[in-house]
């Protein structure tokens, strides 16, 4: 055997903000193509949009039903996303080694992380642009300020993917898949998504009004359909999520 | 060329609960192919997984390329390629699209489609990682640990469950690595692979190197290799240990069939020739049993190193 030179070591990192974007493309890419994620973030959060909002299923209360709808679909695409997919999915490329070899790479574990967000919020930009042309053509009439709404999004966002990547980073990946998939209908219903919270219990209605997803949805809730200022008492409950679930994650994130 | 260790292991321990994984394993790797050998459950994977910075030591000291894995790894990692015993890519991604991105994460990664090419990952095509091969994963793992031009490559097992063809491939692409002065550091329990591909052999049990040094060494080191033929009965056998070196032992097990016991190189089969000539002895079916790996394993630990 000859030296050939094609082998020969030249070893160094790419640029960080190479190496972070070429991981978020690849990370989207891997989350479109994958048929069980587009049903739960994109499929699901169009059905209930479209069929609760043309027919009569479940009384919305005074006004359109797309106005009392689309903020609750928002916060079902932005928890689908962040939560529900994001788990799923880490939970498996935890299973199969792929964070493992990951760590091996150049990229640092935050640039990881870092990647997997910004997968998470282009996801997102997409479903609420599709929810909110949907909610449109459908009649939805939105009030109040748009950096009101960016805030509860990013706050929602960011408490949905600290509980996410818990779940992903102590359960087996099946349990994972499980747990995630119940949490997710559990929350569809008892979260404000499309079921008004004062159709339960008045006890129940305070404790289900400390969930991340009805704090997001009544949130939104408060700021599109009734034009309310900054909403202050939901942003701080998704404060609280943000910062336990993240510092959870951060604490018992096992990457093997 | 063989100066300055790649690998440094000095009194590793590593457990698991109540399991002793690692229990005080010295290693030096030098720069070339260090093949480390040993039966399952050794503790081959858990000193490499070390290395490369998964595991943190529960005592001793790691050097790899002189840095510490865990604390310096922001300066190894991209110094060193990795291949694990399994897994390591997105179940939905194709082969070609993991090892590109790979590449991506490298400032001068190889041609990518060489790559591909060179290993016969061009079939892949489309296929996701899930649906390919078991041999097309593993070299799917090889490829990905090679591709960024690393000094030094960990490869676990990277011929395990493969066919003939493809562990050729294999085989020969590590034999180019160390022409181009990449070090490898692999993990078998294939004594063939040791014995072709590795310049140093580390034979592991239990959690320990119990033998270092080449193929050639440990086979001639301790070992006592046979010679025998078969010549007319009653020969003097007295005559011919004379002229046999000092250390070798000479019968005649039945008759007409002799051996010789002792080191058998070239030099000996010569002389136990021209001593057959010398006698007017035509020496039959003569035969050298030379120990291989296997039975060095054998002798060193009791143990088949395939069971």
Redesign the interface.
């Known amino acids: ?14 640029p960080l903000s ?2 972070i974007a ?2 978020a493309v ?1 990370e989207t ?2 989350l479109l ?2 048929g069980e994620q587009l049903l739960l973030t994109v499929i699901i959060p169009t059905l209930l949009l479209v069929l609760f909002g043309t027919v009569d299923v479940v009384d919305t209360g005074d006004g359109e039903a797309v106005d009392f709808l689309a903020p609750g679909i928002l916060a079902l695409a932005v928890m689908s996303t962040a939560f529900t997919g994001q788990a799923i999915a880490t939970g ?2 935890r299973r ?3 964070l ?2 990951l ?6 574990r935050w640039g990881l992380m870092t990647a997997k967000t910004l997968s998470v919020l282009v996801t997102e930009v997409l479903q609420v642009t599709l929810v909110t042309v949907i909610a449109l053509a459908l009649g939805w009439d939105p009030q109040g300020d748009p950096f009101s709404v960016f805030l509860l999004l990013v706050l929602g966002t960011a408490a949905f993917s600290g509980l996410g990547l818990l779940m992903a980073g102590t359960l087996k990946a099946e349990a994972t898949l499980a747990a995630a998939n119940l949490v997710f209908l559990l929350l569809l219903v008892g979260g404000g998504v499309v079921v008004p919270l004062d159709r339960f219990p008045e006890a129940a209605q305070d404790v289900l009004g400390l969930l991340p997803i009805s704090a997001l949805s009544e949130g939104l809730r408060d700021v599109l359909q009734h034009g309310a200022g900054m909403p202050w008492g939901n942003l701080g409950i998704l404060a609280a999520w943000a910062v336990a679930g993240l510092a959870a994650a951060g604490a018992f994130f096992r990457w ?1 | 060329m063989r100066s300055e260790p790649v690998v440094q292991v000095q009194a590793l321990v590593k457990r698991y609960g109540a399991k002793t994984a690692v229990n005080g394993l010295d290693l030096v790797a030098r720069q070339g192919v260090t093949a480390v050998l040993g039966p399952n459950g050794a503790g081959k994977t858990t000193t490499v997984e070390t290395c ?3 595991r943190r030591p529960d005592s001793g000291t790691v050097r790899v390329l002189g840095l510490d894995p865990v604390r310096q790894s ?1 300066r190894l ?4 390629g ?1 291949m ?1 015993q ?8 194709r082969a070609d ?1 993991m090892l590109r ?2 590449a ?5 990664p ?1 041609d990518v489609d ?1 790559l591909i090419e060179r290993l016969g990952l061009g079939s892949c095509g489309r296929t996701a990682y899930r649906r390919l091969s078991g041999g097309q994963q593993q070299r799917l793992a090889l490829a ?1 640990a ?1 591709v ?4 030094l490559v960990f490869l676990d097992e990277p011929t395990a469950g493969l066919d003939p063809q493809a562990r050729r491939a294999t085989w020969d692409l590590i ?8 070090s490898v550091i692999l993990t078998t329990h294939y004594m063939d692979e040791a014995e072709q591909l590795a310049d140093d052999v580390a034979v592991i049990d239990d959690g320990r190197v119990i033998a270092q040094g080449s193929p050639e060494d440990l086979c001639r080191g301790g070992a006592e290799n046979t010679l025998r033929f078969s010549g007319r009965p009653g020969l003097d056998v007295a005559s011919l240990l004379k002229a046999l070196p000092a250390d070798t032992t000479a019968a005649e097990t039945a008759p007409g069939s002799y051996r010789v016991v002792g080191r058998v190189d070239p030099q000996l089969l010569a002389t136990v020739t021209s001593w057959c000539a010398q006698h007017g002895v035509m020496p039959d079916r003569i035969s050298v049993e030379r120990h291989t790996l296997e039975d060095v394993f054998l002798e060193l630990t009791g143990k088949e190193l395939r069971s």
């Open positions: 055997m000859t030296a050939t030179g094609i082998y020969s070591p030249k070893p160094g990192a790419a190479r190496m070429a991981q690849l890419k891997m193509r994958n498996f490329e199969y080694g792929v493992k070899r760590a091996a790479s150049p990229l640092p093997e | 490369e910075g998964y922001a990692r991209p110094r060193v990795v694990l399994s897994g390591g890519v997105y179940s939905g991604a699209e991105h790979v991506r994460l490298h400032a001068h190889l060489a990905m090679v960024g031009r690393p000094e034999g180019d690595l160390r022409s181009d002065g990449v």
